[in-house]
T-cell receptor, first 112, second 115 residues
Framework: GEDVEQSLFLSVREGDSSVINCTYT??????LYWYKQEPGAGLQLLTY?????DMKQDQRLTVLLNKKDKHLSLRIADTQTGDSAIYFC????????????FGTGTKLQVIP | EAGVAQSPRYKIIEKRQSVAFWCNPI?????LYWYQQILGQGPKLLIQ????????DSQLPKDRFSAERLKGVDSTLKIQPAKLEDSAVYLC?????????????FGPGTRLTVL
């Protein structure tokens, strides 16, 4: 079955860049997502990338995809204290009704 | 635009008791999802509805969990009887459609503690 792995914890200083990494196993993954979860809240979609893309940039967020290695990363430039949250990598295939498989989540701590 | 609403936000019960959660998706969203998020893990899909029909319930423990979406709008998820391992946050999400890419919008979740 599908498996999505992430490191559990990342700590960075305010103003630095954060890089959160993810690996997945399903070679049929078509869409790869990054979700953010703040304490006591549901998940919020930050960005997504199609599997035929290598990179996507959206303001402070940069997503890099290495399809050969099944590796996805999220870079947050100029990390702010408001970026402190849990970040989930997720994937889904195309066709029919998509099922999204989520990773275990990476807790990002931003130190002022 | 109102988001996905869930109630209650918190629930504490003893094992073997029953509990029900309610979800009201974003207006016009045909697809509704229930996820279970155990502490320290990512959300796991329990059931997916397309309008009032079930699309995927392969990971729903059907001996104790049930869900319905009778009029294709709001939904309830029930656990009867609850076990200690059911302690988790139950997230409801909705999307315009379940096919191809569609952004899922999540509610705040119901935190269940089973003692």
């Amino acid at each position: 079955g599908e498996d999505v792995e992430q490191s559990l914890f990342l700590s960075v200083r305010e103003g630095d860049s954060s890089v959160i990494n993810c690996t997945y196993t399903d070679s049929s993954s078509t869409y790869l997502y990054w979700y953010k979860q703040e304490p006591g809240a549901g998940l919020q979609l930050l960005t997504y990338i199609f599997s035929n893309m290598d990179m996507k940039q959206d303001q402070r967020l940069t997503v890099l995809l290495n399809k050969k290695d099944k590796h996805l990363s999220l870079r947050i430039a100029d990390t702010q204290t408001g970026d402190s949250a849990i970040y989930f990598c997720a994937e889904s295939a195309s066709g029919g009704y998509q099922k999204v498989t989520f990773g275990t989540g990476t807790k990002l701590q931003v130190i002022p | 635009e109102a988001g996905v609403a869930q109630s209650p936000r918190y629930k504490i019960i003893e094992k073997r008791q029953s509990v029900a959660f309610w979800c009201n998706p974003i207006s016009g969203h045909a697809t509704l999802y229930w996820y279970q998020q155990i502490l320290g893990q990512g959300p796991k899909l329990l059931i997916q509805f397309q309008n009032n029909g079930v699309v995927d319930d392969s990971q729903l423990p059907k001996d104790r969990f049930s869900a319905e979406r009778l009029k294709g709008v709001d939904s309830t998820l029930k656990i009867q009887p609850a076990k200690l391992e059911d302690s988790a946050v139950y997230l409801c999400a909705s999307s315009l459609s379940g096919s191809s890419y569609n952004e899922q919008f999540f509610g705040p979740g119901t935190r269940l503690t089973v003692l």
